[in-house]
């Protein structure tokens, strides 16, 4: 089995396990770990699914998970990040945006990623230098030039409010370029609608690389890039990533340049 084939069979199982608690979570299954961050049962329960899942074909492998943290002594070695239920929040409350989000890391590079919307049965997959697809069908990421009437997706800073002027700002300048923005509240299943075309660009502060790594691998593989806010890859040491066509990220950065630095955020 390949790791792209475990990744899509965890997947596909722990999504069984979020449908059947999807508008019926137990009482007392809720429990915020920080001021405004959840986590629920299904939470675990997908996590430990995923990890049961990938270990009977690769035993010996790390993981990284939001829920169950580091999991192997080597975190060098070949590790699965896990985000088990990417937009919690929206879970709880019953609106229908989240996903699953696996990826597989060897060494500093991303080979693998799967994100499973299991809602609306669309599987997004890539493998390092073998493109993208949706259901099997290849992605590409939008062709606009730039930002001037740009679809765009981005995620409030819930973890980090002392930051709330700087990204307001910043979203008033993409705002009054940009066609639209939308904030759905999945990090995850934004970033693979912007490697579908769907969203021209993305941008937000201080995520996880489990909230990262999938959708990075997609929207390389079809064509797009994924920076932090200077242009450089520190997004997986800090979090503050901007994404898109190649034109959309650079007005991106450019927007951002106007009102704050990489070291701000």
């Given at each position: 089995?390949?790791?792209?084939?475990?990744?899509?069979?965890?997947?596909?199982?722990?999504?069984?396990?979020?449908?059947?608690?999807?508008?019926?979570?137990?009482?007392?299954?809720?429990?915020?770990?920080?001021?405004?961050?959840?986590?629920?049962?299904?939470?675990?329960?997908?996590?430990?699914?995923?990890?049961?899942?990938?270990?009977?074909?690769?035993?010996?492998?790390?993981?990284?998970?939001?829920?169950?943290?580091?999991?192997?002594?080597?975190?060098?070695?070949?590790?699965?990040?896990?985000?088990?239920?990417?937009?919690?929040?929206?879970?709880?409350?019953?609106?229908?945006?989240?996903?699953?989000?696996?990826?597989?890391?060897?060494?500093?590079?991303?080979?693998?990623?799967?994100?499973?919307?299991?809602?609306?049965?669309?599987?997004?997959?890539?493998?390092?230098?073998?493109?993208?697809?949706?259901?099997?069908?290849?992605?590409?990421?939008?062709?606009?030039?730039g930002l001037d009437g740009?679809?765009?997706?981005?995620?409030?800073?819930?973890?980090?409010?002392?930051?709330?002027?700087?990204?307001?700002?910043?979203?008033?300048?993409?705002?009054?370029?940009?066609?639209?923005?939308?904030?759905?509240?999945?990090?995850?299943?934004?970033?693979?609608?912007?490697?579908?075309?769907?969203?021209?660009?993305?941008?937000?502060f201080q995520l996880s690389?489990?909230?990262?790594?999938?959708?990075?691998?997609?929207?390389?593989?079809?064509?797009?890039?994924?920076?932090?806010?200077?242009?450089?890859?520190?997004?997986?040491?800090?979090?503050?990533?901007?994404?898109?066509?190649?034109?959309?990220?650079?007005?991106?950065?450019?927007?951002?340049?106007?009102?704050?630095?990489?070291?701000?955020?």
């Amino acid at each position: 089995m390949t790791l792209l084939q475990a990744a899509i069979e965890a997947a596909a199982a722990a999504g069984e396990i979020l449908v059947r608690r999807w508008r019926h979570l137990p009482a007392g299954s809720i429990e915020e770990k920080k001021k405004n961050d959840f986590v629920t049962i299904a939470d675990r329960e997908s996590e430990e699914r995923i990890v049961s899942s990938v270990r009977s074909h690769f035993p010996a492998d790390n993981f990284l998970g939001e829920e169950g943290g580091v999991r192997g002594a080597d975190q060098t070695a070949r590790t699965w990040i896990v985000d088990p239920l990417d937009g919690t929040a929206n879970f709880i409350a019953g609106f229908p945006f989240w996903c699953i989000s696996i990826a597989v890391r060897e060494g500093a590079q991303i080979v693998a990623g799967v994100i499973w919307d299991p809602l609306r049965q669309e599987l997004y997959s890539a493998e390092r230098g073998g493109g993208a697809f949706r259901n099997g069908a290849r992605l590409s990421v939008s062709p606009r030039p730039g930002l001037d009437g740009a679809f765009v997706a981005t995620g409030f800073p819930f973890r980090s409010r002392d930051r709330i002027d700087l990204y307001l700002t910043l979203f008033k300048t993409v705002f009054l370029k940009a066609r639209g923005i939308r904030r759905a509240g999945s990090a995850a299943l934004d970033l693979a609608n912007v490697a579908a075309g769907v969203f021209d660009g993305f941008f937000e502060f201080q995520l996880s690389p489990w909230d990262i790594a999938a959708g990075a691998i997609l929207i390389e593989e079809a064509g797009g890039t994924v920076t932090d806010f200077d242009g450089g890859d520190r997004f997986w040491e800090r979090g503050n990533i901007i994404a898109g066509s190649a034109g959309v990220a650079a007005e991106l950065r450019a927007a951002a340049a106007g009102v704050l630095s990489e070291g701000e955020i």
